[in-house]
């Protein structure tokens, strides 16, 4: 490991302190959802997606039925503006506090309702009179706060940050101008926002991240910086920049004095927390531009970084970087998951980041000391002029990578030689490599170089989905895909852009007669026994294309389907859908007849529960739509419920609630 790219601020001097403190104070924020209720996005600030309810297990899960479904707007909404309109993608995950279930609904607006029946209790108002108060987004997830005496929900939409009464849905007055904050406020001069994510509350912290556009034309840009509010008054507490500025450590990683005008690196997905050692683990994406990097030489901190900040204040406490100089689009995508490890004997606090580029990195969260070695091995180099590439980036030497690595000759689909030579011919008008093989330079003629297959692609690996984490086996459970695209970039228009080189088509590309380029499993789900780094089994997540009549005759069994479902975890199971054929992004050309659901990650509408010990399904339900959110699970008047956010390009989004008869 290079230490001048990953310096704790101070980690010798306080891990002592911090360790001894952790000693006498239990650790909460890792072991899952608790008193049979789901209080935070994830289940816990940890990001466990775990619940030990057990009442539904394998030996009874057959016996699931639909108790109620809900759709993703209140039909008072629809009493108002009839013609409403808003997207089938329902990627909200609830909360189940007190007996009430909460979550935003498809325009925004935070919705509760009855755990046993799905029946509304109140939907939050909008601010604006009229029609136009009610058109909006929906995203992932709100927070719930209490200090024992005050509750509040902490939602925002659009622009704006809310802290609402968790019995009625009325705003508090008291937060902010008149009930809520301005989500501009501490960000760039004329900066826009917008976020797909759902805030963490840690203390009396809200933190919020944001989404930024990664089309790019100019080499200056507006920052992603991460910000921190008042839970009680929205003041805002602190700012911290994921590109540092003058005086701030890590502008010595961006030559010419690039620091000055990049922009971007925000937290796009979501946060993990520590509550007892007050810290927030931001997983932080890429800088302008995402593939090329001429402009910006240097290792970029703290881009595509997993960066450790102090909760009160802002201030870096340590930071790792994942992918250094970024070119592939390999940002930081899912929460970090806080993990109590017992590894060689030695009880560590860590934390794990999965990535787009299938692996698990595992720190001491205390420290940011890898658990396992990690070693800068050396990458294939960039030759297009003005680049220059980070001549190693780091690799795990534990757990092993979860999903295919390399756009590789012998990772080529060889189902039969036929297929194989068909692969061959495909993949010569492209430039192929092992993993961090850089973009390169589309030609313009039908034979020249098309741009450079990327294997993981810009979806991962892993993605927003996440993992899941089990705090009694401590077993860790990673969806993720074999999801290749092309990495093409063009010489930029000196008339449009002042990028020597900006992105070209990104297109999706398949393989012979219709099927996948790569070897199966096309979706998959690992699972890593975290005290030793091993993997303990995996599984393939889906049929796929096994009907295909180029292969339909060799009977390979189920292949896995490159969705994008987020895990459920459970005392016993392992639930985990297909993901959803809604908001497809193509991303520009596909390949002639090859099938969108082969290339742009979205599976069949099927709902299982694997065996979390051995992988085995155990069930499997087709429910109307794929699964397009993180499912929860709640126990409510002696009942467990498994809640699963779906949708589809012909099914509006809704909840289904799923329980024993």
């Keep these: 490991m290079m230490r001048d790219r990953n310096v704790p601020v101070g980690a010798m001097a306080c891990a002592l302190v911090l360790v001894l403190s952790c000693a006498v104070t239990p650790a909460v924020a890792q072991n899952g959802a608790v ?59 609830p909360l189940m506090v007190d007996g009430i279930v909460y979550a935003p609904n498809a325009v925004g607006l935070v919705e509760a309702w009855d755990p046993a029946t799905g029946e509304t209790i109140w939907v939050q108002q909008p601010f604006e009179e009229g029609p136009a108060g009610f058109r909006g987004a929906g995203h992932r997830g709100i927070a719930f706060w209490t200090d024992g005496t005050q509750r509040r929900i902490i939602a925002h939409r659009g622009e704006w940050l809310y802290a609402l009464d968790p019995a009625t849905g009325e705003p508090y007055r008291d937060f902010g101008d008149n009930g809520r904050v301005d989500l501009k406020t501490g960000l760039a001069e004329g900066a ?127 930071h790792y970087q994942l992918v250094h100089h970024g070119l592939w689009d390999y940002d930081i995508p899912a929460a970090p998951i806080l993990a109590d490890l017992t590894v060689d004997g030695r009880d560590i606090e860590a934390v794990i980041q999965i990535t787009k580029q299938a ?11 890898p658990i396992w070695p990690i070693e800068e091995r050396p990458v294939p180099q ?12 780091p690799f795990p030497t534990k757990p092993p990578a979860f999903d295919r690595q390399g756009a590789t000759v012998e990772n080529l689909i060889d189902f039969t030689p036929e297929l194989r030579e068909e692969a061959l011919e495909i993949v010569e008008r492209y430039t192929i490599g092992p993993m961090f093989t850089p973009p390169s330079v589309r030609g313009a003629g039908p034979n020249d170089n098309q741009g450079t297959i990327q294997l993981p692609g810009s979806q991962g690996g892993a993605d927003i989905q996440g993992a899941a984490f089990d705090p009694e086996t401590n077993y860790l459970y990673i969806p993720s895909i074999t999801s290749p695209f092309v990495a093409d970039i063009l010489e930029g228009n000196p008339d449009r852009t002042n990028l020597a080189y900006i992105k070209g088509t990104r297109q999706w590309i ?27 089994w995996m599984v393939p997540n889906g049929y796929g294309p096994t009907d295909h009549p180029a292969i339909a005759h060799l009977n390979l069994g189920r292949l896995g389907s490159p969705g994008r479902p ?18 497809i992004q193509a991303g520009g050309r596909v390949m002639d007849g090859m099938p969108l659901n082969i290339v742009t990650n979205y599976g069949e509408p099927w709902f299982r529960a694997y065996d979390k010990a051995t992988g085995d399904v155990v069930w499997e339900m087709e429910l109307e739509a794929g699964q397009t959110g993180v499912p929860m699970t709640y126990l409510h008047e002696g009942r467990q419920y498994v809640v699963v956010p779906i949708g589809g390009r012909e099914v509006p989004g809704q909840w289904v609630a799923l329980s024993l008869p």
């Excluded at 805030?199 to 080499?219: A, E, H, L």
């Excluded at 987020?566 to 908001?583: C, M, Q, R, W, Y």
Aim: hydrophobic content about 35%.
């Design 35 to 93: 008193d049979g209720q789901w209080r935070a996005y994830a289940a816990d600030l940890g990001a466990t997606k775990y619940s030990p309810l057990d009442q539904i297990d394998a030996g009874n899960v057959d016996q699931l039925q639909i108790a109620w479904t809900r759709p993703t707007v209140d039909q008072s909404i629809l009493d108002v503006v009839p013609n409403l309109g808003y997207n089938n993608a329902n990627r909200s995950t």
């Design 566 to 583: 987020g895990p459920l975890l459970t005392k016993t199971l392992l639930f985990l859908g297909e993901g959803s054929d809604v908001g």
């Design 510 to 536: 398949g393989g012979p007669r219709g099927l996948p380029l790569f070897k199966p499993p096309y979706g998959r789900v690992t699972a890593f026994d975290m005290n030793t780094g091993e993997e303990v």
């Design 359 to 369: 692996f698990a990195f595992a720190f001491d969260r205390v420290t940011g000391e």
């Design 192 to 318: 826009r926002y917008r976020w797909g994510g759902a805030p963490t509350v840690v203390r009396d912290t809200i933190v919020m991240g944001q989404s930024m556009g990664d089309t790019f034309f100019t080499k200056e840009d507006i920052r992603g910086d991460v910000r921190a509010f008042d839970v009680r008054t929205g003041e805002l507490k602190w700012v911290f920049h994921t590109i540092p500025q003058a005086g701030e450590y890590g502008t010595h990683t961006w030559g010419d004095r690039s620091w000055e005008y990049s922009g971007h690196a925000p937290v796009w997905s979501l946060f993990a927390a520590d509550e007892e050692l007050g810290y927030v683990y931001m997983p932080t994406s890429s800088a302008t531009n995402d593939m090329y990097g001429g402009h910006r030489p240097g290792d970029n901190l703290f881009s595509q970084s997993i960066v450790c900040v102090d909760v009160e204040t802002g201030e870096r406490v340590w």
């Design 382 to 393: 960039s030759n297009t002029p003005g680049e220059v590439t980070s001549p190693t980036q």
